[in-house]
Nanobody, 115 residues
Framework: QVQLVESGGGLVQAGGSLRLSCVAS????????LGWYRQAPEKQRELVAT???????TYGGSVKGRFTISRDHDKNTVSMEMKSMKPEDTTVYYC?????????WGQGTQVTVSS
């Protein structure tokens, strides 16, 4: 089992910045990928950003150029700097641990961007 604990969500004005962090603990091993997804009510969960063990990143089209994902292997953490935020970024963000077909999810953290 892997436990993921997110932090850093909250309220920000449009154009502002927030930083999300997620700590992975438990059976954390292997060349796992970490990432962030988000899900608005009645919508499918969508990719925000992922980062592989070796470092390559992937971003969802709506956040590319505004969000930056990073990870710290020593601390088993993944962080995401969110800049130039928009009201449409408002939703719950979930941390993800992926190793092959195995996925674990955090409990989610609310991000609200006011216009």
């Amino acid at each position: 089992q892997v436990q993921l604990v997110e932090s850093g969500g909250g309220l920000v004005q449009a154009g502002g910045s927030l930083r999300l962090s997620c700590v992975a603990s438990g059976s954390v091993f292997g060349f796992y990928k970490l990432g962030w997804y988000r899900q608005a009510p009645e919508k499918q969960r969508e990719l925000v950003a992922t980062i592989t063990y070796g470092g390559p990143t992937t971003y969802g089209g709506s956040v590319k150029g505004r969000f930056t994902i990073s990870r710290d292997h020593d601390k088993n953490t993944v962080s995401m700097e969110m800049k130039s935020m928009k009201p449409e970024d408002t939703t719950v963000y979930y941390c993800n641990y992926n190793l092959g077909e195995i996925d674990y999810w955090g409990q989610g953290t609310q991000v609200t961007v006011s216009s």
